[in-house]
């Protein structure tokens, strides 16, 4: 059976067989009192919400064996529910040896390798004329390096793939190069990069991953506290053993704290030096792009994607002479 990816389903009315992994699943009772089955299903090329409508007895104990990450096999009908795709499945179950299942069709990974970005996130520090700064990211990325390798930078949306972290990082260094160019009379460069090297990092604490990068959810303090507080937290430990300054560390706290920028999203103070306001910046864009670039790929030239959550429910438009393929 030929593989058919997220990107590449169409709404039709006819039933085909489909072999994605399980990101989310879980069983919920409808309105009409009766269990039905809520899952998120996905491949490399991206997630699609799927439903099984009035669950049976006999169906509930296969049903119950299906885990986040294992590969399943749906014969499904692709429909529209909110302006976007959606499968409503039929027949659901595990896949077996015989289905001949090529793993690396389901992982998303960043485009990048992940040793090359985690290089480049150190020898970004290397390079800091503050001494200080250089010691606490090198050793804060030594103590972090085997997470880095394939945590995500979120359960869902943005940059929630294999090494996502890193990538969103990476990204952000990237800009925050050009714009220190632009900016550099009033930015200092090393504090602004130490503050991108560091501003997610107790993601890796915050949200669970399993060895393919995917997340089935938060950590008890993840949940709890959230990355910017663990994050403070953590800074001031390693600014205090290491012998940081009390307002270098006070900054750097300070950039994490505010970075989400308002207090619905996680962050009581905006930014109050330009490098905290810049880094802010940085993330959103690499985020918004991210979303942009994730929702376009696959849709054909000249015509729109499905609505975007992340992107305020947008349709976006892919141009005829879009660069993403």
């Known amino acids: 059976m030929e593989k058919i990816f997220v990107k590449e389903l169409e709404i039709s009315p006819e039933k085909i067989d489909l072999f994605f992994m399980v990101k989310s699943i879980s069983i919920k009772i409808g ?7 809520d899952l998120t299903l996905g491949d490399k090329t991206g997630d699609v919400s799927s439903k099984k409508w009035n669950i049976t007895p006999d169906e509930t104990p296969r049903i119950e064996e299906i885990k986040e990450g294992d590969i399943v096999k749906v014969r499904a ?9 959606q499968l409503d499945i039929s027949i659901i179950r595990k896949a077996v040896e015989g289905d001949e299942i090529d793993l690396s069709d389901y992982i998303k990974k960043a485009p990048e390798e992940s040793k090359d970005m985690f290089d480049y996130l150190y020898e970004t520090a290397e390079a800091f004329q503050d001494e200080e700064l250089k010691k606490l990211c090198h050793r804060i990325l030594d ?5 880095l390798m ?7 949306n943005h940059h929630a793939i294999y090494g996502g972290l890193l990538y969103h990082t990476k990204r952000m260094l990237e800009s925050a190069d050009a714009l220190c160019k632009v900016y550099g009379r009033i930015i200092n460069e090393d504090l602004l990069k130490a503050g991108v090297i560091l501003h997610d990092i107790e993601k890796l604490r915050e949200i669970k991953s399993d060895l393919n990068g995917i997340s089935d959810g938060y950590y008890f303090e993840g949940q709890l506290l959230g990355h910017i507080v663990q994050g403070i937290k953590s800074i001031e430990k390693y600014c205090e053993e290491l012998g940081v300054s009390y307002e270098k560390r006070i900054m750097l706290e300070h950039m994490i704290l505010a970075h989400h920028y308002e207090p619905e999203f996680g962050s009581p103070k905006k930014p109050l030096f330009p490098e905290a306001e ?3 910046y940085l993330d959103i864009i690499d985020a918004r792009m991210y979303d942009f670039e994730d929702a376009l790929m696959g849709v054909g030239k000249e015509e729109f994607s499905d609505r975007v959550f992340t992107l305020d ?4 438009y892919k141009a005829s002479d879009s660069k993403i393929d």
Request: glycine share 6%; net charge positive; proline share 3%.
């Open 31 to 37: 309105s009409n009192g009766k269990s039905y089955l």
């Open 278 to 280: 810049l880094l802010h």
């Open 143 to 147: 103590d972090n390096k085997e997470q």
């Open 150 to 156: 394939y945590w995500p930078a979120a359960s869902k």
């Open 77 to 85: 009908q692709v429909k529209e529910w909110n302006g976007n795709k």
């Open 313 to 316: 429910n947008r349709k976006l």
